[in-house]
């Protein structure tokens, strides 16, 4: 399984991701699931992706390899939705391509987000089905999920809105991964992170969040004693 | 979909559920998912269900109906492993009766908890898959959970242990409900609740929570407010 997480706020685009793949409980391995394709000053384009490991980096290598040929391309596009447009045209090109009587029964499909933003349009962030269909967040509803998103959903519903600023979105997030990890084995450190700043056109470092990350730690168990203070402080059922 | 929590804890058991029932989001409905059968001095053994509504509600019925007549039954079998064995051949019954061409592709299947203590025997709680086969919580993991069980499941994994007292393990479970209903429309008020002390024998009234209850507004708004504060408080991220 996976998680991530992108979100469309007022003054920017935070994206986290984890890294952990499993075939079964016994093959658990390390992959980035986050993609930045970037002209600085004038476009960054993030995917994020679950699902088929093998369809999901068909996918992102094709989209690479193809930057440099001369058909329509993530770095020559116009707008952020032609760009979703072509992922979600390649992945179900992948998904075609590899459907067989090898993989009968087996579920090649990935799902994507994709965000960012080029020159002359706004932000945006996308939520790619397997099936190739789209959708986009809102301002009222400013975050999208892939994967096992159920454990962190409770605190991003509870506190994210489109204005809230990105250094609180991102701890949000933080946090929504924490929860996430704790009750989940199949979502595992590192986490992949992305903060992008609206109208910049740069692509800021993408930072990888290793689970000795001193910041991390920190939330982490500020946020665990938090939690277990606030309880605590609730007053006493009034039921018998 | 349902949400149904049963805590065994060292000073006694505690039971949450639901009451939202729905066929297709155009057909929803109130119906209690928590059932007290006792014998005040002597037995108290409580059922949470979710699933099927038909059949949930054909198995409790014909416990309750069983209670009458001359064989075992649930205010006579001498453990509450054997009431859970009960449980679950009525489960097995009732889907086998109403499995037909008629249901063919309908998902018949209910799964239970059943807790609670019988004099002579110490408290246990257990959870009855679909198939009929059983677990029963431990003190390392001092829960069960039934229905729609991952938004509000963090709460529990990060405060409860076998040790956590009553009246704050009953707080920590009403917030697991609260996160649950925020953020799963097929999980609704009112909540049934039952708190049972250790070796009491005695069956608590089983209390109804509605959406206005004070005690619930309360700490629902007192936790919200919490949650705003301690993000607020974690020290902004150092990464750029």
Redesign the interface.
Known sequence: MTYCVAMHLADGLVFISDSRTNAGIDQISTFAKLFVFSLPGERLIVLQTAGNLATSQSVVNLLRQRTQGPGPHLLNVDTLYDATVLVADTLREVVSRDRCKLTAGIDLTSSFIVGGQIAGSPMAIYNVYAQGNFFQATTDTPFLQLGES??????L???LTYQTPL??A???G??SFD??I???LSVGMPLD?L?YHKDSLEA??R?RITSDDA?YV??RR???D???R???????????
């Open positions: 159920k454990y962190g959903r409770p605190i519903d509870r506190n250094d609180e991102l701890r949000c933080l946090i929860s996430t704790r009750s989940n992170m903060v800021p470092a930072q910041y920190q939330i500020q946020w665990s938090g939690l277990k606030l309880l605590a402080e609730l007053p006493a059922p009034p039921y018998s």
